[in-house]
């Protein structure tokens, strides 16, 4: 695997620019209690949305409306999304 130059913020062994598959960019959001609130589900699917501050970690939102702390790092080389809960359980 090729890592791109060093970016302020940015740590290649604990996540990608881009997704596993090379998908799209990785959108970022400075993660506030009113940032968070504002966000709304996509119309299918889910999208994760990853801390301008702390860049391995997000949150995820489902097109149900659900939303889940996530952490991305890398166990072996492979990396892994670990979901910490839901918003209603850590808010």
């Known amino acids: ?27 970022t ?3 506030t209690q009113v940032a968070v609130d ?4 996509p119309a299918s699917g889910r999208i994760d949305y990853f801390d301008t501050q702390l860049p391995a970690f997000g949150l995820r939102v489902s ?6 702390w996530i952490v991305m790092y890398r166990v072996g080389g492979k990396l892994v999304r670990e979901t910490l809960g839901t918003l209603t359980r850590i808010p």
């Open 29 to 31: 959001v400075k993660l």
């Open 1 to 27: 695997m090729v890592f791109p130059p060093a970016i302020a913020g940015y740590h290649p062994l604990l996540l990608p620019i881009r997704y596993p598959n090379g998908a799209a960019d990785l959108p």
């Open 38 to 41: 504002r966000l709304k589900p």
């Open 63 to 68: 097109s149900s409306g659900r939303k889940s």
